[in-house]
């Protein structure tokens, strides 16, 4: 059974750092696409950046860039996200997913799995 399992959210004040894990099973992890999205209450949900298991090819939304990097241990087959300078506007709820196949210029492709996500809340 394939399994995404997100972790490491929490309530952090603005400027503050959180680190996302997203534990994967089920599946090869050689090979795949993991992407961090995130949705805040009345809002869409919007890609915040997404990352190659193979050759680590990443990238970020702008809104996130230069602030939050994404890094895969694919011996634990985990996904991390490193937030730092977390602003109030980042609060949501944030989704790991995976995907065979990415556009790595834009995030965007066919992401087959999702986590059930975790609730990042950063108070001003």
């Known amino acids: 059974e394939v399994q995404l399992v997100e972790s490491g959210g929490g309530l952090v004040q603005a400027g503050g750092s959180l680190r996302l894990s997203c534990a994967a099973s089920g599946f090869t992890f050689d090979d795949v696409a993991i992407g961090w999205f995130r949705q805040a209450p009345g809002k869409e949900r919007e890609g915040v950046s997404c990352?190659?298991?193979?050759?680590?090819?990443?990238n970020y939304a702008d809104s996130v860039k230069g602030r939050f990097t994404i890094s895969s241990d694919n011996a634990k087959n985990t996904v991390y996200l490193q937030m730092n300078s977390l602003k109030p506007e980042d609060t949501a709820v944030y989704y790991c997913a995976a995907a065979s196949i990415v556009d790595y210029s834009t995030c965007d492709g066919l992401y087959g799995h999702w986590g059930q996500g975790t609730q990042v809340t950063v108070s001003s």
């Open positions: 990352i190659s298991s193979s050759d680590r090819s990443t």
